[in-house]
């Protein structure tokens, strides 16, 4: 059982020097390429920059040309669409900007209403003031009235009476109901 061990640890071992190995190598070779790689582009431009030469174009005339090859208008014109692209940009931006800060303010506002809400105005506070004051204006209007003869006072007896009472029975010019005869006859029977 040990042997298997030291054998699989040894299996180990050389596996990863070789795996180390070949990163090594790999950056080695990855390192050399990208300096080649240099190399030729400075090269290149060099071969490039005396072709035009003999051709009698200048750097910026190639750009020109470049510019002019893949968008189909001139540098002047896509310099004069970047500006004007680059305001209508800025414009939207200070827009955008605007809005925001209104939208700040209102959820702000939002917010702050419902950490801690106002107290709502209640309107029967004045409905209780109105009624109040026509109680005291009805109250000024009654005070200001001419006094009336009291009907019955508290001191007066009402068990007596001042006025004889009156009943149909005692006058005579008035007709009874049951069969319109006069009041004497009726009493004589």
Request: aromatic share 4%.
């Amino acid at each position: 059982m040990m042997d298997e061990v030291k054998a699989m640890a040894r299996a180990g071992e050389s596996v990863g020097k070789a795996v180390g190995t070949g990163i090594k190598s790999a950056r080695r070779g990855a390192k050399r390429a990208s300096e080649v790689g240099v190399a030729f582009s400075k090269h290149a431009a060099t071969l490039a920059e005396q072709e035009l030469a003999n051709r009698g174009i200048s750097t910026d005339e190639l750009q020109e040309k470049i510019a002019q090859r893949t968008t189909g208008m001139s540098r002047k014109e896509l310099s004069k669409r970047s500006r004007k692209a680059r305001k209508q940009w800025e414009k939207k931006a200070a827009e955008s900007r605007k809005q925001l800060a209104k939208n700040t303010v209102a959820a702000r506002k939002e917010l702050a209403e419902r950490i801690s809400p106002k107290p709502k105005r209640r309107k029967w506070p004045w409905v209780l003031l109105i009624l109040g004051g026509l109680a005291a204006a009805a109250a000024v209007a009654f005070s200001r009235r001419p006094e009336e003869l009291p009907v019955a006072s508290a001191e007066s007896d009402f068990s007596r009476r001042d006025t004889p009472a009156r009943h149909r029975a005692d006058h005579y010019e008035v007709p009874s109901q049951s069969d319109h005869q006069h009041p004497a006859a009726e009493r004589s029977h």
